[in-house]
């Protein structure tokens, strides 16, 4: 969430963010709401003071002034509650260098690295790679499940599976603590990791419990500070998780394949830091990103996501856009968001700032370390013309083959 102090004493940036987020929220509507209850609480304490100097032959007054404190306090809730409706779909701030679009084509191409694969025959699309040797199985997905499920199988299981233990090896070794999350969480960790209510849509929940399918471990483990003071900066944690989402809004995009799908897999990278070490945190998870890409050798381009495919949570997002040769084009494989106190606040993660001494909110980074979408990628640009994929030699120590399916 936004700090109420900056709401209340510079409406007009709040104004700003909203208008070129191109969120509907009424400020100034907010600002009356919130006058009138600080008002009231006002009244209350001082109603309070006067109910605490009643003497014991004062019964009347003292009955008049509980029934009016009462009817108040009830004022008072729904006030509240009507505030910080409007308070919670609040985006977060925008960093100056955000620029401003309606959606992903108009993010900002701000690096490109590595030379694309070029083959004298038409490259075929992961889903043909797939079916060809036999090492992914979409059809049967969706009939044990629906469309949107599939079976990774055969060598095709094997690779993914060094692609994400290569994944977890790499970020250890870079100070990264391992975790294996639960694969639910409850209202309160979707709210708190700015998720509720602004992708409540996308969730799966659990029917008549408070408990929903994540859709990255990023939700399990920023909330497992939650409520909590934290003594030492940064932590630095990791996670392999299934991850599940509707896909309600992916109308209209590409889901050829098993690029948009309701169930994947994905290591994350997850930092803690003091608010004045969130760019360089944001930045440094950018470079690990970027490392890792560039060990297995596929072509990507950075790119600084506009406004408009900002996720309201988000202050800043990169995107790491790799190349998919069969696709022939470059598609999302990662995101990187600092999202500096917005969830620290929702979820009250603080620490104590040695110079004020007072406790402050920390801030949060999110970054994807890995997804399917990177195998994906991998069978795309080594594919070969007999129809085998090439290894990448960074995964020979954890995928003893020179090639799939043979």
Request: hydrophobic share 35%; charged share 25%; with cysteine.
């Amino acid at each position: 969430m936004i700090d109420l102090g900056i709401i209340r004493s510079n409406p007009d940036l709040i104004k700003s963010v909203c208008a070129r987020r191109g969120c509907d929220i009424d400020v100034d509507a907010f600002l009356t709401i919130d006058r009138e209850y600080r008002n009231l609480l006002t009244e209350l304490e001082n109603l309070k003071a006067k109910q605490n100097k009643l003497g014991r032959n004062e019964a009347e007054q003292a009955r008049l002034l509980k029934l009016e404190i009462g009817s108040l306090n009830q004022k008072k809730e729904l006030l509240e509650k009507e505030r910080d409706n409007i308070w919670h779909v609040i985006p977060n701030l925008l960093a100056e260098d955000v620029p401003d679009g309606k959606s992903d084509a108009d993010n900002v191409v701000i690096k490109e690295w590595g030379v694309k694969p070029s083959f004298n025959y038409s490259p075929k699309n992961h889903e043909e790679i797939g079916e060809q040797l036999n090492i992914l199985d979409t059809k049967r997905g969706a009939k044990v499940a629906k469309a949107g499920f599939y079976f990774w199988k055969n060598d095709g299981a094997l690779l993914t599976w060094a692609v994400f233990n290569y994944a977890i090896d790499f970020l250890i070794k870079k100070g990264f603590t391992f975790f294996m999350t639960p694969i639910v969480g409850k209202d309160n960790t979707f709210f708190g990791t700015g998720y509720f209510p602004f992708f409540e849509g996308e969730t799966f929940k659990i029917e008549n419990e408070n408990l929903n399918l994540i859709g990255t471990s990023e939700q399990t483990l920023i909330a497992f500070h939650g409520e909590e003071n934290l003594s030492i900066l940064p932590l630095k944690y990791t996670a392999f998780s299934p991850c599940l989402r509707t896909e309600k809004g992916a109308y209209g995009k590409e889901t050829r394949g098993i690029f948009r799908v309701h169930q994947f897999h994905k290591v994350e990278q997850i930092i803690f830091c003091k608010p004045e070490d969130s760019v360089f945190y944001h930045n440094y998870c950018l470079d690990i990103i970027e490392e890792f890409m560039q060990s297995l050798c596929i072509p990507y381009r950075i790119v600084n996501v506009c406004t408009g495919d900002l996720g309201a949570p988000a202050y800043k997002k990169y995107d790491l856009e790799s190349w998919f040769a069969g696709f022939g084009s470059y598609r999302e494989t990662h995101s990187n968001s600092n999202l500096i106190d917005y969830q620290a606040r929702r979820l009250n993660i603080r620490y104590k700032d040695k110079e004020s001494g007072k406790n402050a909110f920390v801030n949060t980074i999110s970054s994807t370390m890995v997804t399917d979408r990177t195998v994906l990628s991998i069978l795309e640009n080594f594919q070969q013309e007999d129809g085998n994929v090439k290894v990448p030699d960074a995964l020979k120590p954890y995928f003893p083959k020179e090639y799939l399916g043979k």
